[in-house]
């Protein structure tokens, strides 16, 4: 807000995250003025919630050799963190609204629904110019395939063009020689990623100091452990 830019770029490099997160993400990017675009960098990967962020852009761009695809929602445990099956009544339950999500941010932004519903239901088949996906099988792409021009008028699938950098990118949004500002992760943030990934093994090393304290007469360390 204090900056005011002319436009806001997203340099995503990510194997995805929660949909709440992306959510609050999505939310903070409506919430910037109507003249302040943004535009989304995929370098190189943008799976899942990267992938739903992007289509939350006014405009996509593409690395050399990256990727956008790959949006269904799956369920972690969260003791330990891996991919929980998903009952198939509670399946679609999961999908509807991601899908609901993302048509309605291709409708917004004017990026193509059926690629953005084929990331994210395995049940929707594609078929577009040179690239098509069957039933079964979620849509992720390449650069070469998100740039590819689709007939009758040529526009591209997805992305708007492969650039090596942001810096070779501006021109292409009409801010040649604009300053680049960049907003890095600061060591606060990344602390709290760890605590957060250890927040599991957190929670056992304190049932069990709890555990130690009630069978210790008085309250000591490990109570206030």
Known sequence: ERTRP???????DTPGGRLAETREILQWLRSLPAETPVYAYVNPDAYSAGAILCLGTQGIFMSPGSNIGDALPILINPMSGNVQAVPDDIKEKMI???RALVRGL?????HNVEIAEAMVDPDVEVAIGPVSCPPGKLLTLTA????????PDGKPLLARAVVDSI????????????RVRRFEEV????????ITGLGPLLFGLAILALVIEFKTP????????
């Open 6 to 12: 002319n436009a806001v770029i997203l340099d995503l």
């Open 96 to 98: 509807s609204p991601t």
């Open 106 to 110: 291709a409708q917004e932004n004017g």
């Open 144 to 151: 070469q395939e998100a740039t590819a021009p689709v007939p």
């Open 167 to 178: 810096e070779a990118l501006l021109p292409l949004v009409d801010l040649a020689g604009a």
């Open 187 to 194: 060591g606060a943030e990344r602390l709290a990623r760890w």
């Open 218 to 225: 008085g309250f000591g360390f490990f109570g206030i452990t």
